[in-house]
């Protein structure tokens, strides 16, 4: 969510949290698979897996899905959900911006998002975390 505008999403729940966002016309979401609880008849879904290597590698799902708002709606709205109980944290995600994050802690993004791994062969990090 790049802008982190409370206008295009809303989190509800206290815990075991649901993720509302509008997807404006010709607007993309990814998100893991199997997280879609509801979503608009204007929103079309699909898989694919690029980059599936890094995600692979990080303890994401090597398949990700994208829902694309494509009919006349322009605020059509997706429901998602993790695929275990846990809280949604949103977190601005700007040009350059890198977040180290656990395995399996992305779940859903607005835009241009890569999830990735980062390889360090020091045995001081081996042996010390």
């Known amino acids: 969510i790049p802008t982190l505008d409370p206008q295009k999403y809303e ?6 949290q ?3 966002m509008k997807v404006g016309s010709g607007e993309k979401i990814e998100s893991v ?4 609880n509801f979503m608009d008849p204007a929103i079309k879904m699909e898989v694919n897996c690029n980059q599936c290597w890094g995600r692979c590698l990080s303890g994401s799902s090597c398949i990700m899905s994208h829902y694309t708002n494509e009919g006349g709606n322009p605020e059509a709205i997706i429901g998602l959900t993790p695929n275990f109980p846990a809280k949604i944290i949103p977190l601005p995600v700007n040009t350059g911006k890198v977040y180290r994050a656990k395995d399996g802690a992305y779940f859903a993004s607005y835009g241009d998002v890569q999830v990735g791994y980062d390889l360090d062969c020091s045995s001081a990090t081996c042996c010390f975390g």
């Open 33 to 36: 698979p199997g997280a879609m």
């Open 11 to 16: 989190v509800l729940g206290a815990d075991m």
């Open 18 to 20: 649901i993720l509302n």
